[in-house]
């Protein structure tokens, strides 16, 4: 890949990676910025795209439309929700859906289908980053929603239907948007909480911890790519 684009929710997402990747040209377009940046022979476009699915739909639309990516990341922070899976660890998606859409009708209407995979290099190229880095990792499902999960009776639910490993707030429609356009992603997120009854205390102490940690690691990974 030559040309990578980099896609987290919130500033707290984005500061390591922006402090690395300095003397970025900004380049406005829908009322995001993408920062344009060179690294390693790479082309990478970083963008804070906001919370919650149709601010990552159309930050990464933007990148297919208007700078012609060759793959996407999502990066950030997410819920815990599989039994191994604890604070800190890393989360890489090997396929992504929604947990607040009924997968019936996408699967009956365009662009019939619910389930989003990630491509198997970008999973493999996260997957030996964290190994060469000692960073604990998982790979499994990630579900998206509009909403903070921070409910154990939420989480119950969501985990009975969903069977994720990880629960965050964008990279459904990341995937989702991928797939309509024919384009690897994968998401890489670390765990902030365990999306239960704590999880908005935790959130408040891992957050910053947490989006270092899956920085460093997307660096890494740019490289690798």
């Not at 601010?55 to 191994?84: H, P, W, Y």
């Not at 990630?142 to 490993?165: H, L, Q, T, W, Y």
């Amino acid at each position: 890949m030559n040309t990578i684009g980099i896609i987290g929710a919130m500033p707290s997402e984005m500061e390591d990676i922006r402090r690395v990747l300095k003397d970025a040209e900004i380049i406005s377009v829908g009322g995001y910025d993408f920062y344009r940046s060179e690294t390693g022979g790479k082309t990478v476009y970083h963008v804070c795209c906001g919370v919650a699915t149709v601010n990552a739909a159309i930050c990464t639309q933007i990148l297919v439309d208007r700078f012609q990516v060759d793959g996407v990341i999502s990066v950030g922070i997410a819920g815990g929700m599989g039994e191994k899976v604890k604070v800190c660890d890393i989360v890489i998606s090997d396929e992504v859906l929604y947990h607040d859409v009924d997968a019936h009708f996408l699967d009956k209407y365009p662009p019939y289908c619910s389930v989003y995979r990630a491509d198997k290099g970008m999973i493999t190229c996260a997957a030996e980053t964290c190994e060469s880095q000692e960073v604990p990792c998982f790979v499994g499902r990630i579900v998206s929603g509009d909403a903070f999960i921070s409910s154990n009776e939420v989480k119950a639910d969501i985990a009975e239907r969903c069977k994720p490993m990880a629960v965050d707030m964008e990279s459904a429609a990341i995937g989702h948007c991928a797939f309509r356009n024919k384009l690897p992603f994968v998401s890489v997120r670390c765990i902030s909480d365990n999306a239960d009854d704590d999880g908005e205390m935790s959130f408040e102490t891992f957050e910053k911890l947490a989006a270092k940690r899956v920085a460093g690691l997307v660096l890494t990974m740019i490289s690798r790519l």
